[in-house]
């Protein structure tokens, strides 16, 4: 092998070095744009959900609680986990699945649970 071959094979496995490199750094881009788009999602709803905590503890200050309203919350939170991941479920029948079990729940463990004072 002289110079010339030897040069050649260099310049070709550096080339395809910064190919792979230049392909990893494209998907790494990519993985990391989306997850950034996840996290200001996340972001956003925490504070959603930290504003309808301080939003109860007043409530809680002032001796109220709002009717039915935890149900609502955790329904909503549920949607808005699935579009924040970018799940392809069908809510409304994971939604129904949970209150049939929590219903069966109910009836099969009654000593476990109590009822809301009004």
């Known amino acids: 092998m002289d110079h010339g071959q030897i040069a050649l094979a260099a310049s070709g496995?550096?080339?395809?070095?910064?190919?792979?490199l230049?392909?990893?750094?494209?998907?790494?881009?990519?993985?990391?744009k989306r997850q950034r788009e996840i996290d200001k999602a996340k972001e956003e709803e925490d504070v959603h959900l930290a504003y309808n905590r301080l939003m109860y503890a007043f409530f809680a200050a002032a001796g109220k609680r709002p009717k039915g309203t935890s149900t609502r919350n955790a329904m909503s939170?549920?949607?808005?986990?699935?579009?924040?991941?970018?799940?392809h479920f069908d809510a409304s029948r994971i939604q129904?699945?949970?209150?049939?079990?929590?219903?069966?729940?109910?009836?099969?463990?009654?000593?476990?649970?109590?009822?809301?004072p009004k």
Request: zero cysteines.
């Open 13 to 20: 496995v550096v080339f395809g070095a910064l190919l792979s």
């Open 22 to 32: 230049l392909g990893s750094w494209l998907v790494a881009r990519g993985y990391f």
């Open 77 to 87: 939170e549920f949607e808005a986990k699935l579009k924040v991941y970018n799940r």
């Open 96 to 116: 129904k699945s949970a209150i049939e079990q929590a219903v069966q729940m109910i009836k099969d463990h009654p000593d476990d649970f109590e009822d809301i």
